[in-house]
């Protein structure tokens, strides 16, 4: 609590016990202070306090969203389901929104979308690439067919694009692999074709 809050609420509490409204205590201390000191509303609330027996200058506790909220709370939370917007987090744990974002970004996490990949790779998957790379360049040594080859790319444009989610992580982990969805029937295919001169 600010020096001049205590000052003022003793102000008030002596203008009370004078018999004086809340409206004059209100002109007197903004005369005195200037008109930001204190609005006529708070004095209003202090006045109906004291009205009631409570001569207490100190703020009565708030009901409500708690001021304190546990870091490790929201980190299970988040472990527990990566999508979970900041909305949703502040709403299961009744704290603000602002809360919310200020201890993920205390906990070093950051909302970004997945990557797409083609297919998730198994093991085999991963050693057969490898040992096909290593044979074609033992290939290219005693046979140059690289620049024979004519390769190309295709890009399939599709009317119903599947959104990507955003999903917390730290700064410093990879991101969720999504595999995409298989084609949809309403699409369009895009090719090109290219040797090692450029585009044919």
């Given at each position: 609590?600010?020096?001049?809050?205590?000052?003022?609420?003793?102000?008030?509490?002596?203008?009370?016990?004078?018999?004086?409204?809340?409206?004059?205590?209100?002109?007197?201390?903004?005369?005195?202070?200037?008109?930001?000191?204190?609005?006529?509303?708070?004095?209003q609330?202090?006045?109906?306090?004291?009205?009631?027996?409570d001569?207490?200058?100190?703020?009565?506790?708030?009901?409500?969203?708690?001021?304190?909220?546990?870091?490790?709370?929201?980190?299970?939370?988040?472990?527990?389901?990566?999508?979970?917007?900041?909305?949703?987090?502040?709403?299961?744990?009744?704290?603000?929104?602002?809360?919310?974002?200020?201890?993920?970004?205390?906990?070093?996490?950051?909302?970004?979308?997945?990557?797409?990949?083609?297919?998730?790779?198994?093991?085999?998957?991963?050693?057969?690439?490898?040992?096909?790379?290593?044979?074609?360049?033992?290939?290219?040594?005693?046979?140059?067919?690289?620049?024979?080859?004519?390769?190309?790319?295709e890009?399939?444009?599709?009317?119903?694009?599947?959104?990507?989610?955003?999903?917390?992580?730290?700064?410093?982990?990879?991101?969720?692999?999504?595999?995409?969805?298989?084609?949809?029937?309403?699409?369009?295919?895009?090719?090109?074709?290219?040797?090692?001169?450029?585009?044919?």
């Amino acid at each position: 609590m600010s020096e001049n809050k205590v000052h003022f609420r003793h102000i008030l509490l002596y203008c009370f016990k004078k018999g004086k409204r809340a409206a004059e205590a209100h002109r007197k201390i903004c005369g005195v202070y200037g008109d930001d000191a204190l609005t006529e509303r708070a004095a209003q609330k202090w006045f109906a306090k004291f009205r009631s027996g409570d001569t207490s200058l100190e703020d009565g506790s708030r009901s409500g969203r708690p001021t304190e909220v546990d870091s490790n709370d929201i980190k299970a939370l988040v472990e527990q389901d990566r999508t979970l917007k900041v909305r949703e987090i502040a709403e299961a744990l009744k704290i603000g929104y602002g809360t919310v974002q200020k201890h993920l970004q205390q906990l070093g996490y950051v909302l970004r979308l997945d990557v797409w990949v083609p297919h998730k790779l198994t093991e085999e998957n991963l050693a057969n690439r490898i040992s096909i790379c290593n044979s074609l360049l033992k290939r290219h040594e005693s046979d140059p067919f690289l620049k024979r080859i004519v390769t190309g790319d295709e890009k399939w444009i599709i009317y119903d694009n599947i959104m990507r989610k955003r999903s917390w992580g730290t700064a410093g982990e990879p991101p969720n692999a999504t595999p995409k969805a298989g084609l949809h029937p309403k699409k369009i295919l895009l090719s090109i074709w290219w040797d090692h001169r450029g585009v044919l």
